[in-house]
């Protein structure tokens, strides 16, 4: 059964340093979604992306984040600056772009800011 | 006021009870209304997946939403300990075009043997 697969499960970085946490969606998916979820918090929408630009933005996901699907298979979040608030699961979400509602997940990025 | 509401439990019951879930919302545009469950620092797991008003069954799993009462509820029968975990309410409204998820707090539930 195809799934959306992230890597890596946990990155560990120091306050200030730049990361990317990576996805892959399922092959056949048009939208990609990053969620955050601080932990003992409500799972909450960062960014959607579509026809390789951002679709929609939380005020959460401010100059610091970008997004990007630098080739046909991995669609990537990067944090310029961590900061101790950015620490958090970060889950990549895609669904299929003719009709079809239903987001599948992967198994999320937990990020440690040191 | 919250866009949606859900009780975070914890929700503790015994082998085989029925277990009632539920959500309030305040956005009367929601018209897509997801339950997904989550064990422990995994992602979302799609179990139930509704459109507009109305009910759905899946094997031990209903799905039901009122729209007029902004109430959406999932019902899990004959639980069973595997069934531990969070559950979450996701909802989307009737656009679609982005396919924004605005999710409850979760409900932890915890079935015992």
Redesign the interface.
Known sequence: EPE?T?TPSHQVTQMGQEVILRCVPISNHL?F?W?RQILG?????LV?F?NNEI??KSEIFDDQFSVERPDGSNFTLKIRSTKLEDSA?Y?CAS?TGTGG????????T?LSVL | QKEVEQDPGPLSVPEGAIVSLNCTYSNSAFQ?F?W?RQYS??????LM?T?SSGNKEDGRFTAQVDKSSKYISLFIRDSQPSDSATY?C?M?DGS???????????TTLQVKP
Do not use: C, W
């Open positions: 959306v992230q939208y979604y969620y918090q409500k799972v909450e929408f959607s579509y679709s929609e699961m889950f669904k509602n239903i987001q599948y997940f992967g198994a999320g937990r | 897509y997801m997904y620092r995994k992602g979302p797991e799609l997946y459109y979450l996701a989307m679609g075009n982005t396919g924004k998820l605005i999710f409850g707090q979760g």
